[in-house]
């Protein structure tokens, strides 16, 4: 029998979500304030930018938080025809565009990124799919052919848009869902193996993205090429030291850092509040994502538990690898930071998630039933 509790939102989630888009907004308008006085004489300019993302976004996740989950089982196949047909209208559309601009989809004055809801889709076909398909799991025709197909067809149109990092954030979250629903290891050895060597080939030919992964790999020797915005990101970071330079105190925003308020918020964050403060933000989204895995296994469907746990990991992925970007870990991949960064496809994607998660919380039995999430098949 379900308490009073679980029959209603999860608290404890919505919260620690309040309370990173208010750090968020605030962040924001400090990391964009001086790019925006510069570029158009307006220090607020991203900001207000910024402040109605978050309210679409609301909007979005109060859809998902009054619409039954189960619904989107149905239109699982349909987002994956849509994403398809977005994916190649994009790619016919920026025939003659450069690579900053070509995955990107202008809809009147609205412009989005066709590979977020790519993205969206993927998860909630694969969750759609191995809820319909339990007993087959394990049959190489029937439950992996089909997913893998339709995986692949995906991440292919993404990467050639061209969108390397968002394709191989999708290559691997699929991975890992069929993973957790119990696809046999032998099946997905040659699949990510053809996606590494996929990878590979598409890396080197593209001098740009070589280049960075030398200068990620290389100790940054690089800094006034490509090695440039992970040195000036470095710089950041350490001017903040432990306890930070305060709010709105960063240097390094003033036109030093670039993309302040979009690839490296976390620097300007880091730069303002601290190491603690870095700390006690990584802190936050641990805790988003911890309890969005714990609501996911909770759900008393594999529908549930799949999309749940897929979405959790999508938005936490992102955190892991922003992060890695500007602390030199990881080369410069162009990930938001989820609810920091500024940009529209991103924020609606994370409240559709934030929304979705709610919704699956409603639903959330007592006792974890049993199941066959998380059965490795050798």
Same mark, same amino acid.
């Given at each position: 029998?379900?308490?009073?509790?679980?029959?209603?939102?999860?608290?404890?989630? *919505? =919260?620690?979500?309040?309370?990173?888009?208010?750090?968020?907004?605030?962040?924001?308008?400090?990391?964009?304030?001086?790019?925006?006085?510069?570029k158009?004489?307006? @220090?607020?300019?991203?900001?207000?930018?910024?402040?109605?993302?978050?309210?679409?976004?609301? #909007?979005?996740?109060?859809?998902?938080?009054?619409?039954d989950?189960?619904?989107?089982?149905?239109?699982?196949?349909?987002?994956?025809?849509?994403s398809?047909?977005?994916?190649?209208?994009?790619l016919?559309?920026?025939?003659?565009?450069?690579?900053? =601009?070509?995955?990107?989809?202008?809809?009147?004055?609205?412009?989005?990124?066709?590979?977020?809801?790519?993205?969206?889709?993927?998860?909630l076909?694969?969750?759609?799919?191995?809820?319909?398909h339990? +007993?087959e799991?394990?049959?190489?025709?029937?439950?992996?052919?089909?997913?893998?197909?339709v995986?692949?067809?995906?991440?292919?149109?993404? #990467?050639? +848009?061209?969108?390397?990092?968002?394709?191989?954030?999708?290559?691997?979250?699929?991975?890992?869902?069929?993973i957790?629903?119990? =696809?046999?290891?032998?099946?997905l050895?040659? *699949? %990510?193996?053809?996606? $590494?060597?996929?990878?590979?080939?598409? $890396?080197?030919?593209?001098?740009?993205?070589?280049?960075?992964?030398?200068?990620?790999?290389?100790g940054?020797?690089?800094?006034?090429?490509?090695?440039?915005?992970?040195?000036?990101?470095?710089?950041?970071?350490g001017?903040?030291?432990?306890?930070?330079?305060?709010?709105?105190?960063?240097?390094?925003?003033?036109?030093f850092?670039? +993309? @302040?308020? =979009?690839?490296?918020? *976390?620097? #300007?964050?880091?730069?303002?509040?601290? *190491?603690?403060?870095?700390?006690?933000?990584?802190?936050?989204?641990?805790g988003?994502?911890?309890?969005?895995?714990?609501?996911?296994?909770?759900?008393?469907?594999?529908?549930?538990?799949?999309l749940?746990?897929?979405?959790?990991?999508?938005?936490?992925?992102y955190?892991? %690898?922003? #992060?890695?970007?500007?602390?030199?870990?990881?080369?410069?991949?162009?990930? @938001?930071?989820?609810?920091?960064?500024?940009?529209?496809?991103?924020?609606?994607?994370n409240?559709?998630?934030?929304?979705?998660?709610?919704?699956?919380?409603?639903?959330?039995?007592?006792?974890?039933?049993?199941?066959?999430?998380?059965?490795?098949?050798?």
């Amino acid at each position: 029998m379900k308490s009073r509790y679980h029959q209603s939102i999860d608290q404890l989630f *919505f =919260t620690v979500t309040i309370i990173l888009i208010g750090i968020g907004f605030v962040i924001q308008y400090s990391a964009s304030s001086s790019l925006a006085a510069a570029k158009f004489n307006d @220090p607020g300019y991203y900001m207000r930018g910024h402040f109605i993302r978050i309210i679409a976004g609301f #909007v979005v996740g109060l859809i998902f938080i009054n619409l039954d989950y189960n619904i989107l089982k149905k239109l699982a196949f349909w987002f994956v025809i849509l994403s398809v047909i977005m994916l190649i209208l994009t790619l016919i559309l920026n025939r003659s565009g450069n690579s900053s =601009t070509a995955r990107w989809m202008q809809l009147g004055p609205f412009r989005f990124q066709p590979s977020e809801l790519a993205k969206f889709s993927v998860i909630l076909y694969l969750a759609s799919f191995y809820d319909r398909h339990q +007993e087959e799991i394990v049959d190489f025709k029937k439950g992996f052919l089909p997913p893998a197909f339709v995986m692949s067809i995906i991440v292919i149109l993404v #990467v050639i +848009e061209p969108d390397f990092s968002t394709g191989a954030v999708i290559a691997a979250l699929g991975i890992v869902i069929m993973i957790i629903a119990g =696809t046999k290891l032998v099946y997905l050895s040659p *699949f %990510a193996g053809l996606f $590494v060597m996929f990878s590979v080939i598409t $890396v080197i030919r593209s001098p740009y993205k070589l280049k960075r992964i030398i200068s990620a790999f290389g100790g940054g020797s690089d800094i006034q090429g490509a090695g440039y915005q992970i040195n000036q990101s470095l710089i950041t970071l350490g001017n903040g030291g432990f306890w930070g330079r305060g709010l709105a105190g960063s240097v390094e925003k003033n036109l030093f850092l670039p +993309e @302040p308020h =979009t690839d490296f918020v *976390f620097s #300007v964050a880091g730069e303002e509040f601290g *190491f603690i403060g870095a700390i006690l933000l990584l802190i936050l989204f641990l805790g988003l994502f911890i309890r969005g895995i714990q609501i996911s296994f909770r759900s008393p469907t594999v529908f549930g538990n799949l999309l749940g746990i897929g979405l959790s990991i999508s938005m936490f992925s992102y955190v892991l %690898a922003n #992060v890695g970007v500007v602390t030199g870990l990881l080369p410069v991949t162009g990930l @938001p930071l989820p609810f920091l960064s500024y940009g529209g496809s991103t924020m609606l994607y994370n409240f559709a998630c934030i929304g979705i998660l709610l919704n699956i919380s409603k639903t959330m039995i007592e006792k974890e039933k049993p199941s066959r999430l998380v059965t490795i098949h050798g």
